[in-house]
Nanobody
Framework: QVQLVESGGGLVQAGGSLRLSCAAS????????VGWFRQASGKEREFVAV???????TYYADLVKGRFTISRDNAKSTGLQMNSLKPEATAVYYC????????????????????WGQGTQVTVSS
């Protein structure tokens, strides 16, 4: 079992930055790909970024490419650095862990993920 806890959310002005963290307990991230998703009020959960477990390859949604960076801090923590934030980035951000799947395919959808955190709110004011 893996328990995930997100932190680092908050209120920031447009153009600002935030860094989210995802901490694992119970087991390490060492065998899991870790993804970040977000869900705005009234909308479906959407893919943001993912990092593989073996070679630390990464993949980003087009909307955040060049502004967000996903990284593995250590065996039990993964971060999401978000720069040049826009108001449309306002959402609850979730991290998730998956044992199987390709970051270039299946892991861009919520279905294959085995574990999810409770989410952290990010609000970007204009």
């Amino acid at each position: 079992q893996v328990q995930l806890v997100e932190s680092g959310g908050g209120l920031v002005q447009a153009g600002g930055s935030l860094r989210l963290s995802c901490a694992a307990s119970g087991r390490t991230f060492s065998s899991y790909a870790v993804g970040w998703f977000r869900q705005a009020s009234g909308k479906e959960r959407e893919f943001v970024a993912v990092i593989s477990w073996s070679d630390y390859n990464t993949y980003y949604a087009d909307l955040v490419k060049g502004r967000f960076t996903i990284s593995r801090d250590n065996a039990k923590s993964t971060g999401l650095q978000m720069n040049s934030l826009k108001p449309e980035a306002t959402a609850v951000y979730y991290c998730a862990a998956a044992l199987y799947g390709s970051i270039f395919g299946a892991l861009q959808r919520p279905g294959p993920y085995d574990y999810w955190g409770q989410g952290t709110q990010v609000t970007v004011s204009s």
